[in-house]
């Protein structure tokens, strides 16, 4: 208990500290979430709407899963060297997979009646992409976009060792910051997760439409394969 207590006095001891890293935490989020949301949900979005690469997209998703995270890194290291762009490719690669999964599995779980019926009206396959399937598959879609974010929060942590910067240059200092900097650099990573998780449900809900809900407020699955996250 003192270890935390000691923690708690030293972040509020060196808030100017903790607002710089945490910045450098974001900037890093931020950029590695970006790039992979463009790179694989159009990806996904066509690939659900065609229905083909289900093998592609899911097994891809189970690969990045599997892999450690820190070997990951530490290929790209390897490959690109120190800093920034280094890791921010690593975590592309962790998160990409995530959003690419979800986005398939949500146009693709699109009832197929609907579809039909949407064609039946005259629309051609963009207008039944954009019109019917996309916002029907958004709130799933978004889902992964979510669980890949607070993934990538809490993976950016091993910036510190390729010098990307973030909290994780706190928390694997102890020599500099001592056991309750350890500790007060893992609470803050674990606050800015809980916050993004938090932060990005409401959006998701909000992304939802009603008819989608269930009676708690969650949305059913997108149906098979059910390897996309759906948690509300």
């Known amino acids: 208990m003192s270890t935390f207590t000691n923690a708690i006095s030293f972040f509020f001891d060196h808030l100017s500290l903790f607002a710089s890293k945490t910045v450098e935490h974001l900037e890093l989020t931020l950029a590695a979430v970006l790039v992979s949301i463009v790179v694989s949900v159009p990806l996904g979005l066509w690939l659900g709407h065609v229905h083909r690469g289900s093998f592609v997209a899911i097994n891809l998703s189970n690969v990045g899963r599997a892999v450690p995270s820190l070997a990951i890194i530490a290929v790209g290291i390897a490959l690109l060297g120190l800093g920034f762009f280094p890791t921010m490719v690593a975590l592309v690669l962790l998160a990409a997979p995530i959003m690419l999964t979800n986005a398939y599995v949500a146009v693709a779980g699109v009832d197929r009646d609907t579809v039909d019926a949407a064609r039946g009206m005259g629309m051609i396959g963009s207008e039944v992409l954009l019109r019917v399937e996309l ?19 809490a993976t950016a942590t091993l910036a510190a060792v390729t010098g990307g910067g973030g909290l994780g240059e706190i928390i694997v200092n102890q020599a500099s910051y001592g056991a309750e900097g350890v500790v007060a650099g893992a609470i803050a990573v674990a606050i800015l997760a809980l916050g993004a998780e938090l932060i990005l449900a409401a959006v998701q809900r909000a992304l939802t439409p009603k008819g989608l ?20």
Do not use: S
């Open 213 to 232: 809900r269930g009676p708690t407020g969650k949305q059913p699955a997108a149906g098979p394969p059910q390897t996309a996250v759906t948690n509300l």
């Open 135 to 153: 916002p029907l598959a958004l709130p799933l879609t978004f889902a992964g976009i979510r669980t890949a974010t607070v993934y990538v929060i």
